[in-house]
């Protein structure tokens, strides 16, 4: 199986910055592509961001661009996403996710994120 170790996540002030880290390791054999998910209080789990393993191609959800930027290091198997002006609607669980193939979607813990005054 896959295993997906997530870290980085805490409490921020509006504004602030947080760095996440997914590791995965297992059977993997090939990636697909890595990304995110977050799932705040109330609502339904949405996309955040995902990033090709082969290519490095990256893309976000509105709700982020500009302020969320995704990256891999292919060594590790590693994903990271670094989160800047941290908004409180930013609060939610984040999901980190290993795709081997579309219909082949692995799921990490997921860490909390909580952006709060």
């Known amino acids: 199986q896959v295993q997906l170790v997530e870290s980085g996540g805490g409490l921020v002030q509006p504004g602030g910055s947080l760095r996440l880290s997914c590791a995965a390791s297992?059977?993997?054999?090939?990636?697909?592509?890595m990304g995110w998910y977050r799932q705040a209080p109330g609502k339904e789990r949405d996309f955040a961001a995902t990033?090709?393993?082969?290519?490095?191609?990256?893309s976000y959800a509105d709700s982020v661009k500009g302020r969320f930027t995704i990256s891999r290091d292919n060594a590790k198997n590693t994903v990271y996403l670094q989160m800047n002006s941290l908004k409180p609607e930013d609060t939610a669980v984040y999901y980190c996710?290993?795709?081997?193939?579309?219909?082949?979607?692995?799921w990490g813990q997921g860490t909390q994120v909580t952006v709060s005054s």
């Open positions: 996710y290993l795709e081997r193939a579309y219909w082949d979607k692995y």
């Open positions: 297992g059977s993997i054999s090939s990636i697909s592509a």
């Open positions: 990033i090709s393993w082969s290519t490095g191609s990256t």
